[in-house]
């Protein structure tokens, strides 16, 4: 520990030189210095452990110890290691002739190539392997980055919020590259998503403020945009007017469990018991994407009942239809987003004055007796309207989705009938990142960051 003591002797000469009623200046970053100077000596002491480990050779006799380096908690850290090298016995005759043109360019095929290489080796440095470095970093490291990554305004902000947490310097650019890197990796890893894993058992105090309810796993969606380049809009309709896009739609999905309801009735979801995805996919896509995780944490398994929230978006419902079909399935049109279309109907039906009353009557009955029930009651209240008057219009919304607004019935049973959890991830994921003032994302940079931020909410390890 010699940066330590050599910290702890200036602060010594510095607290002598001040007499006995005074203190040393700069006392209170005395941890500081006392951290920087133990990292330098935890970096010396792992690059000497890692030294020694080089020295293995778990594949015979090495063609030799090379130096090589990775990025740690401590900073950069160089160490030797065993090399091995490509066969020239076991590699092809095309990959032979290969190398020797390239050698002869004075060209290198490629970093550490993955041909056959002596002693069977893997690869060209094992211990790199055993260490798990991914992008030169350890795991340690790759997690703490990412999760700034996703948590900071900016990749330059990110940087800056790890260096000063885990004292690790690295540039914009290779900070950048990094965070999509692992971005890419969790979209990847949504593709065959991790087992189901059983239930947590819930805290004495949950238990004593809820009551029991039947094992449900809600699965809700909802899509958000994202703010893109021009390059990236090209081809791309919008909602305005003038039919041009300013976003790309990138599609959100939550899928967790609840056992226990609150003393109002409403579903309490299991603690830490939630799976978060975030896709670039087409509907049909991303439908498949959301099965798969469904399934990975029990649908099918016949121990849940199932519960499918969204709002009225045709694309929504296509996938209840296509990837959760069955009598089985729960389907329920968010009550609030219903209750949007409902305020638009009234807001051009009724003048400003009556406006306010109507609408709490109109949203009592839709929320005690269901869509059908509303619809009678708007009829029955706007008798005189002419058929051809635009607010009509709004009521096709609850005339295809009456089925799936059987409110009461679902607060009985115990069910949602909000899609306030995927608003919510909709926030955390997305929009916290990338959706910040200026911004200005490539489409797929972009769902990488959010897919990357869903993980972590997933409460899963680093990509």
């Known amino acids: 520990m010699a940066n330590v003591e050599d910290a702890l002797l200036d602060l010594r000469a510095a607290a002598a030189g001040c007499g006995p009623a005074a203190f040393p200046p700069g006392l209170g970053r005395i941890d500081e210095l006392i951290e920087r100077a133990a990292r330098k000596d935890m970096a010396d002491l792992l690059a000497a452990v890692l030294g020694a480990l080089g020295r293995a050779a778990p ?35 095309q990959a032979r002739r290969a190398r020797e043109r390239a050698a002869a360019k004075g060209k290198r095929l490629g970093k550490n190539g993955g041909f056959p290489r002596t002693g069977g ?15 030169g970093m350890t795991p340690a490291l790759a997690d703490r980055l990412q999760r700034a990554a996703v948590t900071a305004g900016s990749f330059a902000e990110g940087a800056a919020l790890l260096a000063l947490l885990s004292a690790v310097r690295l540039s914009e650019s290779t900070f950048r590259r990094r965070a999509l890197a692992a971005g890419g990796r969790a979209l990847e890893a949504q593709e065959s998503p991790a087992a189901w894993v059983p239930e947590p058992l819930l805290p004495a105090w949950l238990l004593a403020a809820t009551s029991p309810a039947v094992p449900t796993l809600y699965v809700t969606l909802d899509g958000t945009g994202v703010p893109c380049v021009k390059k990236d809009m090209r081809g791309v309709r919008g909602r305005g007017p003038d039919g041009r896009a300013k976003t790309r739609e990138v599609k959100v999905g939550v899928v967790g469990t609840f056992r226990r309801l609150d003393r109002k009735g409403c579903p309490v979801r299991d603690p830490g018991c939630e799976s978060h995805i975030v896709s670039p996919k087409t509907a049909p896509e991303f439908g ?83 869509g059908a029930s509303l619809l009678k009651h708007l009829r029955s209240r706007c008798p005189s309207l002419p058929p051809e008057h635009p607010a009509w219009e709004q009521l096709d919304y609850f005339e295809k989705r009456k089925g799936n607004m059987r409110y009461a019935e679902y607060r009985k049973q115990g069910l949602f009938i909000g899609s306030g959890v995927v608003e919510a991830a909709c926030r955390t994921d997305v929009a916290r990142r990338c959706k910040q003032s200026g911004m200005h994302w490539r489409f797929l940079n972009a769902a ?16």
């Open 59 to 93: 594949h015979g006799a090495p063609d030799g110890f090379r130096e090589t380096g990775a990025d740690t908690l401590f900073g950069h850290v160089r160490f030797a290691c065993a090399y091995y090298g490509p066969d020239p016995e076991s590699m092809t005759r």
């Open 121 to 135: 080796a893997g690869a060209a440095f094992p211990l790199r392997d055993a260490l798990g470095l991914g992008d």
């Open 288 to 370: 498949s994407l959301l099965r798969r995780l469904a399934l990975s944490r029990g649908l099918g398994s016949g121990r849940f009942r199932i519960q499918v929230v969204g709002d009225g978006a045709d694309w929504i419902a296509n996938i209840v239809k296509n990837a959760f079909p069955g009598a089985d399935v729960i389907f329920t049109c968010d009550f609030y987003h219903a209750c949007e279309h409902l305020r638009a109907f009234l807001g051009l039906a009724l003048p400003p004055t009556e406006l306010r009353k109507a609408f709490g009557t109109a949203r009592a009955v839709l929320r005690r007796h269901g």
């Open 448 to 463: 990488a960051l959010c897919a990357l931020a869903a993980r972590f909410r997933s409460r899963l390890p680093a990509a």
